[in-house]
């Protein structure tokens, strides 16, 4: 069966470190997204993706980036993590407009 | 802007009891809507689907119909159970393909 799968789990680092998020999906979606799910924020879009070589920003952009080499895989990176980005961060993909997102299980992500 | 709207809750039922979460949206056109359930741990799971104004989507019990003119739409479940206990999304797509989420509503249900 088609997935989508993010790694790792959980992970804890410090403030100012770069941390690299990974996500690979087996739908041959050509749509990919990142948001972060907070309490009281529900899910904010970070970056999102509509093919290879192709990036967008979302609402909370800024501290992070994404790149697209290949149509399965979309990594996300926090430049130099802050404790704000402590959140769980989760990845989805889609087959086009109208179409339902798949997510995938998420990474549980805190920055001390 | 584009936004969707639903009751946050936390909303607790007992088991059997009927349930229904209240969701409305704005846009403009007519969107593809969705409800999602994240179970604790997990990411997001469609439920259920509707596509155009009456359709009604349903899966486990759980239905919704979308009223294009209320700009709802509304879950519900005649009798909930123990494991229907998690967190519900309404949603809705947008011409690029962008899906605007609403807060989200936890349910726990007991017993």
């Known amino acids: 069966d088609a997935e989508i799968t993010q790694s790792p789990r959980h992970k804890i680092t410090e403030t100012g470190r770069q941390v690299t998020l990974a996500c690979h999906q087996t739908w041959n979606h050509n749509n990919m997204f990142w948001y972060r799910q907070d309490l009281g924020h529900g899910l904010r879009l970070i970056h999102y993706s509509y093919g290879v070589q192709d990036t967008n920003k979302g609402e909370v952009s800024d501290g992070y980036s994404v790149s697209r080499s290949n149509t399965e895989d979309l990594p996300l990176t926090l430049e130099s993590a802050a404790s704000s980005q402590t959140s769980v961060y989760f990845c989805?993909?889609?087959?086009?407009?109208?179409?339902?997102?798949?997510f995938g299980d998420g990474t549980r992500l805190s920055i001390l | 802007g584009d936004s969707v709207t639903q009751m946050e809750g936390p909303v607790t039922l007992s088991e059997e009891a009927f349930l229904t979460i209240n969701c409305t949206y704005t846009a403009t056109g007519y969107p593809s809507l969705f409800w999602y359930v994240q179970y604790p741990g997990e990411g997001l799971q469609l439920l259920l689907k509707?596509?155009?104004?009456?359709d009604k989507g349903s899966n486990k019990g759980f239905e919704a119909t979308y009223r294009k003119e209320t700009t709802s739409f509304h879950l519900e479940k005649g009798s909930v159970q123990v494991s229907d206990s998690a967190v519900y999304f309404c949603?809705?797509?947008?011409?690029?393909?962008?899906?605007?989420f609403g807060p989200g509503t936890s349910l726990s249900v007991i017993p």
């Open positions: 509707a596509t155009k104004a009456d």
């Open positions: 949603a809705r797509g947008t011409s690029y393909d962008k899906v605007i």
């Open positions: 989805a993909s889609s087959e086009g407009p109208g179409q339902p997102q798949h």
